[in-house]
Each structure stands twice: as structure tokens, then as C-alpha cells.
């Protein structure tokens, strides 16, 4: 049996997915070393002191990839097809930071299976960090499943 997340079918308006983390050094670390980005901002206090920021952050991508766990780990989940992310990022994501992503239905469009989201992700004291919307293409189910 395959796991499967809603199709377009089952989604409207008004459905919502979460997925929260705490972000921790290590995986700042982790994300640095995963994509390359070894800004100061992000791996060298004795730097990060010295921005308008006053210590490391969060990679901003990092935090957004919380987006994307919300959509593939709850609506509309397991084989959805991300195609498309705008992003806003309005505030930093320091460590220790609990940032909450949030995805919910605001256009559903049956004929095309694309479904867009209103994006954002909050930190613990309910401050928006990133704002935007995303598009994405939930799974199908096989035809031998629609009988």
C-alpha cells in the first residue's frame, strides 16, 4: 500500500497544516555545511556581534524548509509536487528560536491539481519571520485506487 497524501479533491479553503522546530545550533551548522553557506552571519559570533542582529541567525532558507515539512508532512502531504515559493523574510531566526510553519488552502484549482497556500512561519513569541505563498500539485490517486 502507498502512502498517500489528499488529492485535490479532498482539499478547500481553509485547511491548514503545521510543522514546529527548534532551531539549534547544530542544525545551523548542519544547514551551512549541507548547502555551502557559511556566511559569517550564520557560523562566527565574534562577527555576528558586530551586525545589527547582535548574534548568529538561522539561515533564512533554513526556516522556510519548515514549509516544506508542513506541506509534504500534512496537507497536502506524502507525494505532493512543490512547484513554486514566494517568500518574505521579515524578521531573524535566532537559535534556540521554536518557529512554527504554517501552511493553509486559499485557492484550490481542480482542473489543473495546483492548489496556492498562504505561507508564513512565526516564531514562539507569534512574530512572523517569513511571509508568502506557495503552489503547489497534490498527489494523484492511481487509477485502480479511484474505483
Sequence with gaps: MDIIGKTVEQIHPGQF?????TVSESDVYLYAGISGDFNPAHV???????????????HG???????????????PGPGTVYLRQ???????????????ARVEVIEVNAEKNR???KTTCRNQDGEIVIDGYCLVS????????RK
Excluded at 562566527?44 to 548568529?56: I, P, V
Excluded at 517568500?87 to 518557529?99: N, R
Aim: aromatic content about 12%.
Design 138 to 145: 497534490p498527489p494523484k490517486r492511481k487509477k485502480a485506487e
Design 115 to 117: 492548489v496556492k497556500m
Design 44 to 58: 562566527n559570533q565574534t562577527y555576528a556581534e558586530k551586525t545589527f542582529f547582535k548574534s548568529r541567525i538561522a
Design 17 to 21: 497544516s503545521e510543522f514546529t522546530k
Design 61 to 75: 532558507l533554513l526556516s522556510a524548509g519548515f514549509i516544506s515539512a508542513a506541506i509534504a508532512g500534512g496537507l
Design 86 to 100: 514566494e517568500l518574505d523574510f521579515t524578521a531573524p531566526v535566532y537559535m534556540g528560536d521554536t518557529i512554527t
